[in-house]
């Protein structure tokens, strides 16, 4: 079955770009869409935005501005960028496969610490 | 902050069963599909019900879901010690076109 990982660095400078990428194994990348959600510690699930294979992109409105969400099939891997972060991007980010409502499966997610 | 409200912990004993309420407006739940994850710390979230009410293979059938008008309702019947986990509903808000979240409900098995 379809299986995701999220990898990248742990820790973050502020103003600086955060950047994770999510390898999928058992399936090819060259189909469904696949998105970036968050979840700040003690908070709840942010959608951040998806990918489709063909590479068209919808953002959360509210980041919209600072991220970038790309894709290699080459690699079978997508990957996100956020420019700009502050301690308010501190959070768990995980990847799935999925647009905006049905979500499956989800990797287990990554820490993102924005801190100097 | 969370355009979808749910109750912040239910609980219930073995074998008795729980419902998650789920409650939106009309941007996002009554004209939307509903799905409902399940969460365990430290684990990737599990898909429960998707479109609704319907389940992924899998999934037991003691998880049920449902959608009325503005709220969404995710019932557990034959509560076990392994569903102890954080619950949360999600679907699209056509007025922030985005994917959106609920606050999420702990439940306990006592």
């Known amino acids: 079955q379809v299986q995701l990982q999220e990898s990248g660095p742990g820790l973050v400078k502020p103003s600086e770009t955060l950047s994770l990428t999510c390898i999928v194994s058992g399936g090819s990348i060259s189909s469904h869409y696949w998105s970036w959600i968050r979840q700040p510690p003690g908070k709840g699930l942010e959608w951040i935005g998806y990918?489709?294979?063909?590479?068209?992109?919808n953002y959360n409105p509210s980041l919209k501005s600072r991220v970038i969400i790309s894709l290699d099939t080459s690699k079978n891997q997508f990957s996100v960028k956020l420019t700009s972060v502050t301690a308010a991007d501190t959070a768990m980010y995980y990847c799935?496969?999925?647009?905006?409502?049905?979500?499956?499966?989800w990797g287990q997610g990554t820490l993102v610490t924005v801190s100097s | 902050q969370s355009v979808l409200t749910q109750p912040p912990s239910v609980s219930a004993a073995p074998g008795q069963k729980v419902t998650i309420s789920c409650s939106g407006s009309s941007s996002n739940i009554e004209n939307n599909y509903v799905s409902w994850y399940q969460h365990l710390p430290g684990t990737a979230p599990k898909l429960l019900i998707y479109d609704n009410n319907k389940r992924p293979s899998g999934i037991p059938h003691r998880f049920s879901g449902s959608k009325s008008g503005t709220s969404a309702t995710l019932g557990i019947t034959g509560l076990q010690t392994e569903d102890e986990a954080d619950y949360y509903c999600?679907?699209?808000?056509?007025?922030?076109?985005?994917?959106?979240f609920g606050t999420g409900t702990e439940v306990t098995v006592l």
């Open positions: 799935a496969r999925g647009a905006d409502v049905l979500f499956d499966p």
């Open positions: 999600g679907t699209w808000d056509s007025s922030l076109s985005a994917g959106v």
């Open positions: 990918i489709y294979y063909t590479g068209s992109t």
